[in-house]
């Protein structure tokens, strides 16, 4: 989650930044992983931008900070599709919208894909996909 705990215009293009730079250092990890003849690892990011409710939920006694909403949501279902997509990241175009600019000058290599449905969603979204997709 960025923009925490103040909103910046560079939320979306640190929390593209943030991805590119999980993603290089799981690559290294791996290389080491490996070496050792331990088998790699793999995550999946699934990145949107928007409102989200974000609070402590909980009992006094067991609290936990928590964000939900549509965003949320979305991101959720972008991270879930990188399995099925078989690539480490999954964006949606809210992100490229608040950065704003030619994607060739995004910090991170991005592929169109076009729009997708989403479970629970009533139009399609335009998703974008980081590398090795």
């Known amino acids: 989650v960025f923009g925490l705990p103040m909103a910046s215009p560079h939320d979306a293009a ?8 999980m993603l290089t250092e799981l690559d290294a990890w791996n290389v080491a992983r490996t ?3 331990e088998l790699p690892l793999a995550i999946g990011i699934g ?4 409102p989200a409710v974000m609070g402590d939920v909980g009992t006094e006694h067991s609290l936990s900070f928590t ?3 549509d965003t949320v949501n979305i991101a959720s ?15 949606a175009d809210a992100i490229l919208t608040q950065i704003g600019g030619d994607p060739a000058s995004l ?5 169109d ?6 479970r629970g969603r009533t139009a399609p979204i335009r998703i974008w996909t980081g590398r090795d997709s």
Do not use: S
Request: hydrophobic residues 40%; proline residues 5%; charged residues 25%.
């Open 14 to 21: 640190n929390a593209l930044r943030c991805a590119g730079l």
């Open 35 to 37: 070496g050792r003849g």
């Open 47 to 50: 990145l949107n931008y928007g």
């Open 67 to 69: 964000v939900i909403g």
């Open 77 to 91: 279902r972008l991270q879930g599709l990188t399995r099925e997509l078989k690539t480490p990241l999954v964006v």
């Open 107 to 111: 910090p991170l290599a991005l592929q």
């Open 113 to 118: 894909r076009g729009e997708r449905e989403l």
